[in-house]
């Protein structure tokens, strides 16, 4: 069950897929991990994309860097240079934005710059000067930023779309939009069955955000099961890609937000159970593969979990077991008594009076 990409293919209009204003998007990719203290420490080559724009790459990418008009699927957080206050994250706010280049907003433009020359699942560090983040004036509303303020990014291209000038998503039918995310959601499963799991994350995670909670919300009857039909699909098979990766955080997280619009989906039952069981968190994995045979009771895969989660915690408590008379000790044996040579002497003492004293009653009688 948990190599098995979803297939959902609702009726779909064919139109080509349009132009994105930058619009706030549904988070469905892990985080990578943040430290505190500030901006990752980098050791990559030092590459000049302008001459107030450097990049040095953190993590490869793929694939064809995005044109101008292409509409970015972007996560980043954001630091001012001299001070390293952090006034912005994408991540932390569960939203990647989509950007469109030559179209971004002024204080954006040297982030512009850096991702027109990303490719598609590149993780880089940039360093902006002011003059081409928020200025000499900088931003004393959100974010806020003081004035002439270097800026240092760190960018993840999740994806892109070659798309048409002048035509934004807000333009685009119902159908335009849930036919341009499943095509998302189909190249993801091209993707995955290569095993190539990260590029076929980033396709799921550009589908969903076409279907971002604004989106949703104005989503009724057939166009919301429509849209659903896309987006649990995509949920469902990024939550597999975890799995495999040994993600089980992210797998849960994947899991939870189908089951909060269907609390009874198997898979979504099966797949957070089976993380749930890796990360060790036995008890919430049983009710939740109890609950998915219930729904699925000749599923083999369920019942397959159910076995090792069974099997799992056998050996744990047999391991328990072990521990604590290792701990405590083995029983120890009686000590044999030991017979001084003393007291040896007087019982033969007393035993030569005692027939002494017999046979002297026996003559008397």
Not at 93 to 100: F, G, K, N
Not at 272 to 282: H, M, S, V
Request: aromatic letters at 10%; a negative charge; proline letters at 4%.
């Amino acid at each position: 069950m948990e190599d098995v990409v979803e297939q959902q293919n609702p009726s779909l209009g064919e139109d080509g897929e349009s132009d994105i204003v930058t619009e706030q998007a549904t988070f469905v990719h892990g985080a990578p991990h943040q430290n505190d203290n500030g901006p990752p420490k980098v050791d990559a080559e030092v590459e000049v994309l302008h001459e107030k724009v450097t990049k040095q790459i953190i993590k490869e990418g793929h694939g064809e860097k995005p044109s101008k008009y292409s509409t970015c699927f972007v996560h980043y957080r954001a630091w001012t240079g001299s001070t390293q206050h952090k006034f912005e994250d994408t991540w932390q706010e569960q939203r990647p934005i989509e950007l469109i280049l030559g179209k971004e907003k002024k204080e954006m433009e040297g982030l512009g710059i850096g991702i027109s020359n990303m490719k598609s699942g590149e993780h880089s560090l940039l360093h902006v000067g002011w003059e081409l983040g928020y200025g000499k004036d900088g931003s004393f509303s959100f974010p806020n930023v003081p004035p002439m303020a270097d800026i240092i990014y760190e960018v993840e291209l999740v994806g892109f779309d070659e798309t048409k000038e002048g035509e934004p998503r807000r333009d685009m039918t119902v159908e335009e939009r849930i036919g341009a995310a499943d095509r998302r959601r189909m190249d993801g499963n091209a993707l995955f069955k290569e095993v190539k799991l990260e590029e076929a994350m980033q396709q799921y995670e550009m589908a969903i955000a076409y279907m971002g909670d604004d989106f949703m919300f104005q989503l009724f009857g057939k166009y919301r099961d429509m849209a659903m039909a896309v987006k649990n699909p995509c949920h469902l098979n990024m939550a597999a890609c975890y799995i495999k990766l040994k993600q089980y955080d992210d797998a849960i997280v994947q899991c939870s937000i189908v089951l909060a619009e269907d609390e009874n989906n198997v898979k979504a039952l099966y797949r957070r159970g089976k993380a749930r069981a890796e990360l060790g968190q036995t008890e919430a994995a049983r009710e939740d593969l109890l609950k998915a045979r219930k729904y699925a009771p000749d599923d083999k895969a369920i019942a397959r979990e159910l076995r090792v989660l069974a099997e799992h915690e056998k050996s744990v408590y047999q391991k328990q077991k072990e521990m604590y008379k290792g701990m405590l000790g083995p029983r120890p044996e009686p000590k044999p008594q030991q017979t001084s040579w003393l007291a040896l002497f007087w019982q033969w003492l007393i035993s030569l009076f005692y027939k002494i004293f017999k046979q002297k009653t026996q003559k008397s009688d």
